[in-house]
Nanobody, 125 residues
Framework: QVQPVESGGGSVPAGGSLRLSCAAS????????MGWFRQAPGKEREGVAT????????SYADSVKGRFTISRDDAKNTLYLQMNSLKSEDTAMYYC??????????????????WGQGTQVTVSS
């Protein structure tokens, strides 16, 4: 099983948008819990959004509700994170991760065994 691969990060002004992508192998993607996590310098890693790839059930951190949308493309085994109305506090390294669970999909990172290398998102105020 190959680790997920993120793409789509970059630098944008506050109020802007970005879409992150995460390509995963079929083994990792199928009937799994996949999520986006982020870590800013000097801060702990936090869960941003998760989705069960089988049912499509999603969870979001309060800080991003209404601004970020997690989605998936089953045909491409790809996860997305659409980020709108970006704020400077969204600046962080964003990671895609997966755990082999068809029903349990928390925002905590414990249990996620597959991690990408990360993609940097920088929002300037």
């Amino acid at each position: 099983q190959v680790q997920p691969v993120e793409s789509g990060g970059g630098s944008v002004p506050a109020g802007g948008s970005l879409r992150l992508s995460c390509a995963a192998s079929g083994y990792i993607y199928s009937n799994s819990c996949m999520g986006w996590f982020r870590q800013a310098p000097g801060k702990e890693r936090e869960g941003v959004a998760t989705i069960l790839t089988g049912s499509g059930v999603t969870s979001y951190a309060d800080s991003v509700k209404g601004r970020f949308t997690i989605s998936r493309d089953d045909a491409k085994n790809t996860l997305y994170l659409q980020m709108n109305s970006l704020k400077s506090e969204d600046t962080a390294m964003y990671y895609c991760a997966a755990r082999r669970s068809a029903w349990f999909c928390p925002l905590g990172s414990v249990g996620f065994g597959y991690w990408g290398q990360g993609t940097q998102v920088t929002v300037s105020s």
